[in-house]
Structures are given as C-alpha cells and as structure tokens.
C-alpha cells in the first residue's frame, strides 16, 4: 500500500469554511503537505526543544500544516487541548493547559488573540485603578520605542528603552507568567490581525506575528518572524514559490500596487473535488488566483488587505476591506464582542454590533443604574455609542481609517454570531452571507431614517432583550 501511494495523490478534501461563497472541497495532495513544509521552515526555524499547545481545530489547514506537520517535520513536541464536555468548557481548558504546558510558540486566530488580550487587561483592572494606570502608561511608552517592529528602538525612541525594561521587569514579565513564562511569538492567521492588537501583544513580550495563507495553498503563503517582522504586514513570502500581484486581467503589477493576489507553486492545490467550473476559474496557465486584493512593498512584506468577495462597495462604485475597522471596534472596546460591516452599492455603511453583556452590566453597576430600567438601557447604548464615535470626528482613533468607510448607522444585536447558529466557523471567522441572510431585514431598516437613529426602537429592544 505503502508503495502504491504517489506524491502526487490526493491526502485529503478540505472544505472550505464558506464565508463568503458556497463550501467548496479542496484537494490537496501528499506532495502539496511536504513541499509547504518545507517551504514553511525557510520562515523561522523550530528547534526539536520547542513545544506548542493546538488551540485551533485539527481539521483546519492551518492548524495541519504550521502547527502538526511542521512541529513533527523537527522532532518538536506538541500537545492538545483538554476536551470539556461543550465547546465553551474546552475553550475554558485553554489558559489552563497553556499554563501546564508552557508553549514556545502559539498558532492563534484574532477571536482568540482579542479575547486573550480582553481577559489580560480585565486581570490589570482587579488589581486597582494604580496597577491599571501604570500598566496603560507602559503600553503607551512600549508602543513608542517598538514603533512597527522592524525599526525598534531606533532614532529617537531609543530614549524610552531604559523605562521599556523596568516595566517588563515588574509588569510584562507577570503577564508572559501566565502564558507560562516561555512562550516566544505567536503566529496569527485565519484572518487579518488588527494593527492595535499587534502592537498590544509585542509590547508585552509575546508578538502576534501575522501570517497570510489560504486551504488552496497549503496553506502557508507568507508570515513575519521572530528575525524579520513589520507589524501591520503579512510578513516576507516562503521560498520556492511565485507570487504576483495582477490586475483583473491577470497582468503582474508593479511593486506598491493594490491587486489580486496570485501564485505558483508545489503548494498549490489539485483543485475543487468534482468542481471544475470553480477549479478552472481559480487555477489559470498554472497560477492560483487566492480571490484576496494585497500589494508588495519595497522591503518584499506582504500587504494583505482583505477578501474581494468581503469588500465594502460603495455607490460610485470604489471598494475597501471591512476587517480592519472590524477587528480595531472589537479589540479596543471592551463593551463590542463582535461586529459586521455592510455596503454593497449603497450610499453608506451600516454596521452590526454584538455587545458585551457582562461588560455593560459592570458599568452599568458602577453607576448605579439596573440593566433592566430605561436609564439603563439608555445608558448601555450612549457607552456604544460613545465607542463608535472615538473614530470620528475628533475621536481618538479618528485617523486611523477612511471617515466615508466608517458606518453611519448601526445595529444592535441581542444574539451571537457562534458556530451552532452558523453564522462562525469552526476557526471563529464571520460567515457573512448567513449572517446577512439572517439579518437581512434589520441591514435594510439602516438605510431609514428611523433604523439610522441610534437610541431608536430596534437599538433599544436589542438592548433590553441582551441585558436580562
């Protein structure tokens, strides 16, 4: 049997996780595992001493290729997560088996990067108001001598290192203990990382390295590391594969130009189990069309913006990438759970907002008001409210994106987006098309004068029924 199997056969179908088009089922072969592999390890090294801890799903590519098969390829040591009895008891076990197991390096995906980022800064605020003052200003002087990685510590920000090291003595350092005081880097991947959870996660000692990839390749296309990293990119491309960025002709543009992503290479997928209307459109003259729009800049990091099947569309036409606004309201509030922004040839964009229960309710306590009064109600939403703003205008964050991108108007919404309602995958990535299937109705009321009103009837129902 042993002799029977070829390189070049099939090892699996992986489907895709549909969040934005119909699950399709990918071929990849033996040959296809071993050259990414091999392609991966031109990105970082992994010494056999090393140990990591799979959070993410098995039948995930990702977690196939850099998690298990690289581990293994090095004689490095691997451990599972503790199965609870539902999915959240499992995902409880994480930070208790990440502490047992004290990992060199984790593969994580943003929902998990923010929650642990939430769960980190929530253990700063019940050590007082003192500790968690001092802790933001720590944050603040890191971010500055950090910069973007790359140029650490360099030019002026080299002043800050002296007040960089005494924080990492007496605060970072506590933070790394809980991780269980080894761990190196992450690698996140699945989708974008916000650019603030990047800078968060390096400043504490533990970078969140992005990488880019998709199922189709492998899946690893590109990723930073340890020796060669700018936070905000998608890192430097794995060797002995091509990459190009084109325009919907197909033609390669030149370096700094936004474009469809494409390449070539032994990564590259056999096609679309009995697809092959979808297997011709995506592979072409040997090339994978990834269907995602990124550019090169000079330094050879990838710039990966966004899926074009995702994009917000507006009425004239022009399209930008909705994650990164996205991941930014979630990762720097503590009050927005999850979020979807919409436009598709519309005047403007709306947007769908999960809040924090819990979060409500504990500001809602501090000041003294019951989550079931009107005043209550009506405060949780002027703290959204309030959110949302801060990118605007003259908010804190109001440089940070395109104003005409920011939503105009917003939902409220009283149930989760989770993977028994379908609307998340089992890598905790939005489905949109089933998420604006199911909220369809309450998209097109946003685009009324009466849906538009942020404290109006809608807002306020979702909050009452959210806050019970």
Request: hydrophobic share 35%; charged share 20%; with cysteine.
């Amino acid at each position: 049997m042993r002799k029977a199997i070829q390189p070049g056969d099939p090892a699996n179908i992986c489907y895709t996780s549909g969040t934005t088009a119909a699950p399709k089922g990918i071929v990849l072969s033996h040959n296809n595992y071993v050259a990414n592999v091999l392609q991966s390890y031109t990105l970082m090294d992994i010494p056999p001493t090393y140990t990591t801890l799979a959070i993410l799903p098995w039948d995930h590519a990702f977690a196939h290729t850099a998690c298990i098969y690289c581990m293994m390829g090095k004689g490095a040591s691997l451990a599972s997560v503790q199965l609870g009895k539902s999915g959240l008891e499992t995902l409880k076990n994480i930070p208790i088996n990440i502490r047992e197991n004290r990992p060199y390096l984790l593969m994580s995906v943003p929902a998990l990067a923010t929650n642990f980022r939430k769960n980190i800064e929530k253990g700063i605020r019940e050590k007082g108001p003192l500790i968690n003052s001092l802790f933001h200003h720590a944050l603040k002087i890191a971010y500055k001598y950090n910069r973007n990685g790359f140029d650490k510590g360099k030019g002026s920000s080299l002043i800050y290192k002296p007040m960089v090291k005494l924080y990492d003595k007496i605060l970072f350092s506590k933070i790394r203990e809980g991780f269980g005081g080894r761990l190196e880097f992450f690698i996140g991947g699945g989708a974008l990382l916000d650019i603030e959870l990047q800078h968060f996660f390096y400043a504490v000692g533990m970078p969140m390295f992005q990488g880019y990839g998709l199922t189709e390749a492998s899946p690893i296309i590109s990723s930073n590391s340890l020796a060669k990293h700018k936070l905000g990119s998608s890192g430097v491309l794995v060797k002995n594969m091509e990459l190009k960025i084109c325009d919907e002709n197909g033609k390669a543009l030149a370096v700094g130009e936004k474009g469809e992503i494409a390449i070539k290479g032994e990564n590259v997928m056999l096609g679309y189990w009995e697809n092959p209307e979808a297997s011709a459109e995506s592979l072409r003259d040997g090339w994978l069309y990834t269907g995602d729009l990124g550019y090169m800049d000079k330094d050879g990091f990838l710039y990966v913006l966004g899926r074009f099947k995702s994009l917000l569309i507006a009425d004239d036409g022009e399209k930008y990438s909705p994650e990164g606004i996205e991941e930014a309201f979630i990762a720097q509030s503590e009050y927005i759970d999850q979020c979807m922004l919409y436009n598709n040839q519309s005047p403007y964009t709306i947007s769908l907002i999960v809040p924090n229960k819990e979060a409500l309710k504990r500001h809602l306590t501090h000041k003294h008001l019951a989550p079931d009064s009107l005043e209550g109600i009506r405060e949780a939403l002027h703290v959204l409210d309030k959110e949302l703003q801060q990118y605007k205008g003259h908010g804190h964050y109001h440089k940070i994106f395109p104003q005409r991108w920011l939503p105009s108007a917003t939902g409220i919404l009283s149930e989760a987006f989770t993977e028994e309602n379908h609307m998340m995958n089992s890598t905790l990535k939005m489905v949109r098309g089933k998420i604006t299937e199911r909220h369809l109705k309450r998209i097109l009321s946003l685009y009324t004068s009466e849906g538009k009103d942020f404290y109006g009837a809608e807002n306020t129902e979702a909050m009452q029924i959210l806050l019970k």
